[in-house]
């Protein structure tokens, strides 16, 4: 699995791909935004928000999923009493 892992990775087009993204980042920004956030990830600040970008996804991720479970929770039973008056309604 490993090999055939490289060996795709090593048949990709990068530079098509390369190539066929300029145009969408040319479509969302100037020559001088993209000079800013080169800056910006050459300096240290913009180092650590590369290097702690996983954690702080992976922290959010945990923070957030009692929240969405609540929620989702909710919704199917909001969803499941919508489904039975709407079955009540269908039989009279």
Do not use: W
């Amino acid at each position: 699995m490993t090999r055939i892992m490289d060996d795709m990775l090593t048949d990709l087009p990068l530079d098509d791909m390369a190539q066929a993204m300029v145009p969408v980042y040319q479509k969302h920004f100037t020559h001088g935004d993209i000079e800013s956030l080169i800056a910006f990830y050459s300096a240290p600040v913009g180092q650590k928000l590369l290097h702690e970008t996983p954690a702080i996804t992976g922290e959010t991720m945990q923070s957030i999923m009692p929240i969405m479970q609540n929620r989702m929770a909710q919704m199917q039973q909001r969803i499941q009493q919508e489904v039975a008056e709407s079955l009540k309604a269908s039989q009279k």
